[in-house]
Nanobody, 117 residues
Framework: QVQLVESGGGLVQHGGSLGLSCAAS????????MGWYRQAPGKQRELVAL?????????ANSVKDRSTISLSRDNAKKTVYLEMNSLKPEDTAVYYC?????????WGKGTLVTVSS
């Protein structure tokens, strides 16, 4: 069984920074893509960013124009990291880790990020 354990998040001030990490554990042969989605109150879950084993990244349009977002991955540790700066109140959401492991899609339980105005 595969588990995704998220850490980080919490309350952040407008203009502040956020760091999230997600570690995969369990019976794993190979992880293709790992990344983050988010779901704001009353809205659908949306992609934030994904990264493949080879390091290719895909960012959502809502964050792509930010020069202060960074997604990275440590394949040996089976961990993905998300760093976001210059946070805005509209970034408030539950952030979910996502990973495609051995052909199957897994989700973390989510971690709440609240950006105060």
């Amino acid at each position: 069984q595969v588990q995704l354990v998220e850490s980080g998040g919490g309350l952040v001030q407008h203009g502040g920074s956020l760091g999230l990490s997600c570690a995969a554990s369990g019976s794993i042969l190979g992880i293709y893509a790992m990344g983050w989605y988010r779901q704001a109150p009353g809205k659908q879950r949306e992609l934030v960013a994904l990264i493949t084993t080879g390091g290719s990244t895909n960012y959502a349009n809502s964050v792509k124009d930010r020069s202060t977002i960074s997604l990275s991955r440590d394949n040996a540790k089976k961990t993905v990291y998300l760093e976001m700066n210059s946070l805005k109140p509209e970034d408030t959401a539950v952030y979910y880790c996502n990973a495609r492991v051995d052909g199957m899609l897994y989700w973390g339980k989510g971690t709440l990020v609240t950006v105060s105005s």
